[in-house]
Nanobody
Framework: QVRLMESGGGLVQAGGSLSVSCAAS????????MGWSRQAPGKQRELVAT???????NYADSVKGRFTISRDNAKNTVYLRMNSLKPEDTAVYYC?????????????WGQGTQVTVSS
């Protein structure tokens, strides 16, 4: 019911910056929280950052001070600005939306976008 379209992944050198975007469509009125998670080959999926409709943010310790999450509620879009990238940031980054509809919470996920950081 909620479709998440990610864009902006790619290849960047260590120390560089990259931004990814996620646009939500469909039944978007119930969205309360959006965020990003990532998964590297052979690793567990890791929550990177979240942002509520009210603008409250949360970051994983590994990205604090380097990544910034933001959203445009009018556009139903969430952004992740990644600065000072490290090779260990290499992963598939997944957009997430948490909705509250008829008193029921659901999680939706995008298809993922590859971010590769070279040393």
């Amino acid at each position: 019911q909620v479709r998440l379209m990610e864009s902006g992944g790619g290849l960047v050198q260590a120390g560089g910056s990259l931004s990814v975007s996620c646009a939500a469509s469909g039944s978007i009125f119930g969205i309360r929280v959006m965020g990003w998670s990532r998964q590297a080959p052979g690793k567990q999926r890791e929550l990177v950052a979240t942002i509520t409709n009210g603008g409250d943010t949360n970051y994983a310790d590994s990205v604090k001070g380097r990544f910034t999450i933001s959203r445009d509620n009018a556009k139903n879009t969430v952004y992740l600005r990644m600065n000072s990238l490290k090779p260990e940031d290499t992963a598939v980054y997944y957009c997430n939306a948490k909705t509250l509809t008829i008193s029921t919470w659901y999680d939706y996920w995008g298809q993922g976008t590859q971010v590769t950081v070279s040393s």
